[in-house]
């Protein structure tokens, strides 16, 4: 009986396919048409076919014999089934387990039988309405799959605004006709809204919006009901089982769907083709633009305007050449966070707004590019415009200051490959007024310059031994530079820290307005309550770029890293700030956030990373820049503190709660404590790199002290340095055979200088003051064993035993190291142990640069080369 069932079933769906394709030959008379084609045939033909027929007479036409023989058999057969199944229905028991499979099969033939008589029904209906067209609309319209659903010459209906003349609805198209015009609408592309009347309805294109009126409330009902069947019969694919439903229950198709069009309309989609998801006539949901020219757009649309993430691909003149613009879009153009690949090889990381870069953005082309540059700042509509940093490869300079109008505008610091640093002002892209020229020499020039940072026009120049020339300068007609004025060398040397020290850039660039457009969108995103589906638009997203552009289709597509990959929706960051406000739990987040790139924190000191490189790195690693660069780095941890409290503050909201406000001097301690060691290792190494350069003679003094005092043995060395010999660990000198304590070395104090070695193994001041500050500790205690009772050592017994051990340390570049801890320890240990043991460091250093000359000048001084 199963068995039975299931053919049934199959045999439905095949009478069904065949009974599709019988119909589409009776609405374009195509039996008819054969029968006159091969009359002959057909007459021989003729006594066969009237016996395949019943009740019906010889006198008849061939072709509508054709139509008869191809159906009434099937007929026939079908109801045979039908009959059959009901019978077998009655003989079974009413609570066998067969009857409901039985019952099913007859109601899907009978249904098969109601399906036939009215697709048939269609069709015929259908044929007779050629009939009625002319020609030409015959030709346009007749077509095998075509069923005519609804004439208006039956069930008159007015068209407003279009005022047709005939309203045609077939099974797969609306088509109204206007005289020999002929309007044709997809009904997968139509949607129908109700009226606020009785009379009408309103009908949705994705071009066209348009009503149907009727005389009468039941015209209205039946038009608006046979347009919204259609419409659903059309999305699924098939018709029902009968044609027209079982009932008169009004279906609702889906408001959201897809499909394909191409638009005719004048305006920017004129003839491009859009397929996707749709939304009450408009694109909406995710899809793909095509224009005839080449151009492509996938992605998000919204209201028929291309809203949110989307790959743009503009084809230009050169063959296989294209603009590909990754962005956020906001209402038809790009707003936003995106990158751009250029067909000139040049790229595009930032912000948009209306369409052009707008805010923080980096422009960077090949070094094979004609003139290969990157620049890295502020846009405005399309323009360089405020702080920005350019590098200019084919000049070896980079340009660090204003800018307007894409052009040099305002303070300015030029610093070149060969170390020269120029500062001054900048108008229309040139230099105008005096300026500061600093040479690699320490040499320094003030006054006006050419372009080329020549000295010309009146000026001064003082030369490293304090020497002055005065007058005026120019480059003359030959080689070299030609000057008139006064030489005067009767000045004393200047200060190292004049001229060799000397800073650039601090009074001209405030460091609280430098990379507004980098803090900016995060302060949007945390106003608008840090909304997620505005994350990678304001905050950026990561992307493998791609250096060739591709005409493939496959190529439109960007394989985004999501901050859900990574970190969870902002949702779970906010509650993750909820959790972690304690001092201790706060500082393992935050080391947590700002070392993922997915969180909104790391993004934004990946960014801020970013613009630290382009300015410092490089041709600007240069000593002038170091106090720019020291002010930065706190100007970040502020703002990424400011960043948290931002999270914390919406994470409270949403709560119901409000953040208590932080005075300045709670911010401070948190800033330095907490915030600065947590992100100096991602500025360490440009960073300390200026101070290398910045301290680099004084080091050089302190390398050659370290180098002489090496050679001493310990106990030498402790009284060159002047320690009490009763604080000398003798024991601690392990002797062998034949050995005497004036030779051996590197054995006194081993264990403070093993730890004072370690200050170079961390980037975080804190940690390198506690380094230090065990130091102290292990000196004090070596003393304490040596005098067998507990010792505190005062200043003039501490000092020569810290340049000791600082000098077996041999640290390197130790004054770099002293200062980057002097600049970014926390205020609160002003005045206190940790001040005060660096003070002593900073001593030690200082002793040691000068024990190169104490060396010569010692009258009792053993000399090193006799112990060889």
Known sequence: MLTMSCRSIWSKRAWAGYFESYTSCVVVQAFQKAAKRRSEYWRGQRKTLWQLLSGMGSEGSMGTALVQVLRQPLAHHLQQYVLLLLSLGDTIGEHHPARELVVHAATLFGNLQSFMRQALDQAVATQALWHTLGSRLRDMLCIPAHRLLQDSKDIPVTVAPLRAERVLLFDDALVLLQGHNVHTFDLKLLWVDPGQDEYT??????????????????????????????????????????????????????????????????????????????????????????????????????????????????????????????????????????????????????????????????????????????????????????????????????????????????????????????????????????????????????????????????????????????????????????????????????????????????????????????????????????????????????????????????????????????????????????????????????GKALSNSLHPLGKLLRTLMLTFQATYAGVGANKHLQGMAQEEVKQHARELWVAYRGLLQVALQRKGQTLEDEDVETRDLQVHGLVLPLVLPSFHSELFTLYLLLHEREDSLYSQGITNLSLFPDTKLLEFLEVQKHLWPLKDLTLTTNQRYSLVRDKCFLSATECLQKIITTMDPREKLEVLEKTYGEIEATVSRVLGREHKLPMDDLLPLLIYVAARARIQHLGAEIHLIRDMMDPIHTGGLYDFLLTALESCYEHIQKEDMRLHRFPGCWEPREAW
């Open 201 to 590: 309805f309103h009908l949705l294109t994705p071009e066209e919006e348009f009503s149907f009126c009727t005389k009468d409330p039941q015209s209205q009902a039946v038009w608006q009901w046979k347009v919204t069947q259609a419409v659903c019969q059309a999305l699924r694919g098939k018709k029902d089982f009968p044609v027209l439903g079982a009932g008169l229950e009004l279906p609702e198709p889906p408001a959201c769907r897809c499909g394909a069009y191409t638009f005719r309309g004048e305006g920017r989609l004129c003839q491009a083709t859009y397929e996707g998801e749709w939304c009450q006539g408009r694109p909406h949901g995710k899809g793909t633009l095509k224009w005839p020219d080449g151009r492509n757009h996938v992605g998000n649309f919204c209201q028929g305007l291309e809203h949110g993430f989307g790959i743009h691909l503009v084809p230009q003149v050169c063959e296989d050449k294209f603009d590909c613009y990754k962005c956020h879009w906001w209402e038809g153009s790009m707003c936003g966070y995106g990158i751009c690949e250029y067909s000139t090889d040049e790229v595009y990381k930032g912000y948009f707004q209306a369409g052009l870069r707008h805010g923080f953005g980096v422009l960077e082309s090949t070094p094979q590019a004609p003139q290969p540059c990157r620049y890295t700042g502020h846009w405005e509509q399309g323009q360089r415009s405020g702080y920005g940093v350019k590098e200019d490869r084919d000049r070896g300079e980079r340009y660090v200051g204003m800018w307007q109008a894409d052009q040099r505008h305002g303070p300015g610091v030029v610093v070149t490959q060969a170390g020269v640093c120029y500062q001054g002002a900048f108008q229309a892209d040139k230099m105008v007024g005096p300026g500061i020229l600093l040479s690699e020499d320490d040499s320094l020039y003030e006054g006006t310059f050419t372009r080329d940072l020549t000295p010309m026009g009146k000026g001064k120049i003082t030369f490293p031994n304090g020497f002055t020339l005065e007058g005026s300068f120019d480059s003359g007609t030959g080689s070299g530079l030609h000057t008139q004025g006064v030489l005067d060398t009767g000045a004393l040397p200047p200060d190292p820290s004049s001229t060799c020290k000397r800073q650039l850039g601090l009074g001209a660039f405030p460091v609280e307005s430098r990379w507004q457009g980098v803090y900016g969108p995060f302060r949007d995103f945390v106003r608008a309550g840090c909304p997620g589906d505005l994350q990678e638009a304001l905050l950026g997203f990561h992307v493998q770029s791609s250096k060739v552009l591709r005409k493939s289709q496959e190529y439109l597509c960007c394989e985004r890293t999501h901050p859900e990959d990574g970190t969870g929706s902002i949702e779970d960051i906010l509650e993750e700030v909820l959790r972690h406000r304690e001092p201790k739990a706060l500082q393992q987040y935050l």
